[in-house]
């Protein structure tokens, strides 16, 4: 029985995955259903304050973008990258690992992938080289932003699980998280110096330039926001938006400055959850009132569609996990707890495969880490292998790649012959392996 209900939940993964991140919402309600009527398990609690505290998130964040701030900080990004053309296999990734950082989805980079190619060209660079582990390091980015998904999901699982182990709050994550992650996309960016064929010795790359029309085309006029010019209320959003970060980073190291209360016997400062919450909401509010805008335009911004479909996501997956897992917890401890203590990275492992059934860093933490805090993992080592959750790469259908793949004109970000041998799995593995033992190696000198 116990195979069965397994091979729903996994069933309903594989085939949502085919349809999106709506899909694997929507889809995830059919194993849901045949769990609880079928199979007679108690319905899970679906994981309302992470999925709360992404809508609070995303409706600044896309406020933001509705201002003109997003697009901003993509302009001051292409004038850094053209003024050191040379280095943009390295200067890319960070690029786009800030533009994650500072906004927590990785949906933003977009507009950056047709500049990065363009700046390879012009300096007559293989365009594989910065593309890929760029489009890799505006995902790496999510495990350690503020406001991403992924680690305001953390923040809410860590508080839940505050009775099984010590308490880790968003500065513990932060700390551990930043510095790992940019540890991983500086050694795959390092590894992509000299990965491929320089381009006058690409044979195939020399025979399309051979046609003047494909040479027009991958040489044609470059994409710029160099001579966008923006509105000063632009630039209030900007701030703004900081200042809302800062807050939420000032608070969450400070518990004193949080106010007490006493809540079912337990006395405590105000969550951070609550927080973040509180201040996403308050920066998106001054930014509608002072920034000229339009209410209407906010939905209609790739952000906040994005983000919807994220909470969609998080809410089906989330649900239907809880609710297989929690009515299995007695036996998987007993069969699995010794073997997750003894060897934590079997966590780190499950972790990553589920992160690419799901195509989602949010969804597979909310899936597997309360089980793995409940199996006994310790629970600093849930933010040791954070980065884990990015496993998506591992198959090139995460849309960030498809796009990156598409806005390289030249042909050498690609897909290979066989799948797996795309432009974006080495990367990616050099990222997450790195990441995980650089966190777990600071875990135990920090916590």
């Known amino acids: 029985m116990i195979l069965m209900e397994f091979l729903v939940v996994l069933g309903c993964l594989l085939l949502g995955t085919r349809f999106g991140g709506m899909g694997l919402g929507l889809i995830s309600g059919i194993g849901l259903f045949l769990l609880t009527f079928v199979f007679g398990l108690v319905p899970g609690e679906p994981p309302v304050q992470v999925m709360l505290t992404i809508l609070a998130v995303i409706g600044c964040a896309a406020t933001l973008q509705t201002a003109g701030g997003l697009n901003l900080m993509m302009q001051v990004a292409e004038r850094l990258l053209r003024r050191h053309p040379q280095y943009i296999t390295l200067l890319a990734p960070l690029t786009t690992w800030t533009l994650t950082f500072l906004?927590?989805?990785?949906?933003?980079?977009?507009?950056?992938?047709?500049?990065?190619?363009?700046?390879?060209?012009?300096?007559?660079?293989?365009?594989?080289?910065?593309?890929?582990?760029?489009?890799?390091?505006?995902?790496?980015?999510?495990?350690?932003?503020?406001?991403?998904?992924?680690?305001?999901?953390?923040?809410?699982?860590?508080?839940?699980?505050?009775?099984?182990?010590?308490?880790?709050?968003?500065?513990?994550?932060?700390?551990?998280?930043?510095?790992?992650?940019?540890?991983?996309?500086?050694?795959?960016?390092?590894?992509?110096?000299?990965?491929?064929?320089?381009?006058?010795?690409?044979?195939?790359?020399?025979?399309?330039?051979?046609?003047?029309?494909?040479?027009?085309?991958?040489?044609?006029?470059?994409?710029?926001?160099?001579?966008?010019?923006?509105?000063?209320?632009?630039?209030?959003?900007?701030?703004?938006?900081?200042a809302a970060i800062?807050?939420?980073?000032?608070?969450?190291?400070?518990?004193?400055?949080?106010?007490?209360?006493?809540?079912?016997?337990?006395?405590?400062?105000?969550?951070?959850?609550?927080?973040?919450?509180?201040?996403?909401?308050?920066?998106?509010?001054?930014?509608?009132?002072?920034?000229?805008?339009?209410?209407?335009?906010?939905?209609?911004?790739?952000?906040?569609?994005?983000?919807?479909?994220?909470?969609?996501?998080?809410?089906?997956?989330?649900?239907?996990?809880?609710?297989?897992?929690?009515?299995?917890?007695?036996?998987?401890?007993?069969?699995?707890?010794?073997v997750v203590q003894a060897q934590p990275w079997t966590y780190a492992l499950v972790l990553f495969l589920i992160s690419k059934l799901v195509n989602s860093q949010a969804a597979a933490l909310t899936a597997i880490a309360p089980m793995g805090l409940a199996l006994g993992v310790e629970p600093k080592l849930l933010i040791a292998f954070l980065p884990a959750s990015y496993g998506y790469f591992v198959l090139p259908t995460y849309p960030s790649d498809l796009a990156c793949i598409g806005f390289d004109r030249s042909g050498t970000t690609r897909i290979g012959k066989f799948i797996i041998n795309h432009s974006f799995i080495i990367p990616g593995l050099i990222g997450v392996a790195t990441s995980c033992s650089l966190g777990y190696v600071l875990t135990s000198i920090l916590l």
């Open 103 to 242: 906004c927590g989805t990785g949906h933003v980079v977009y507009t950056m992938f047709p500049i990065i190619n363009d700046i390879a060209l012009q300096k007559n660079i293989r365009p594989e080289r910065p593309m890929a582990v760029a489009s890799v390091a505006s995902q790496m980015a999510i495990c350690a932003s503020p406001v991403s998904v992924a680690v305001v999901s953390m923040v809410s699982i860590l508080a839940a699980g505050h009775g099984i182990g010590q308490a880790y709050g968003l500065l513990d994550i932060l700390m551990i998280a930043i510095p790992s992650s940019l540890s991983g996309v500086m050694m795959a960016a390092l590894w992509s110096l000299h990965r491929g064929k320089d381009l006058d010795q690409d044979e195939e790359f020399q025979a399309r330039i051979q046609d003047p029309q494909q040479r027009e085309f991958i040489y044609g006029s470059g994409e710029t926001l160099l001579n966008t010019k923006f509105p000063k209320e632009a630039y209030w959003s900007t701030w703004i938006f900081f």
């Open 246 to 338: 800062a807050a939420v980073v000032l608070l969450g190291a400070n518990e004193g400055l949080r106010p007490v209360f006493t809540i079912k016997d337990k006395t405590g400062p105000l969550s951070m959850n609550l927080v973040i919450q509180m201040m996403m909401l308050i920066a998106g509010a001054i930014i509608l009132m002072r920034c000229k805008v339009k209410p209407g335009d906010i939905a209609n911004g790739a952000v906040f569609k994005a983000g919807m479909v994220a909470i969609f996501s998080v809410f089906g997956v989330a649900w239907m996990s809880e609710t297989f897992f929690q009515a299995h917890m007695p036996l998987l401890k007993e069969t699995l707890a010794h």
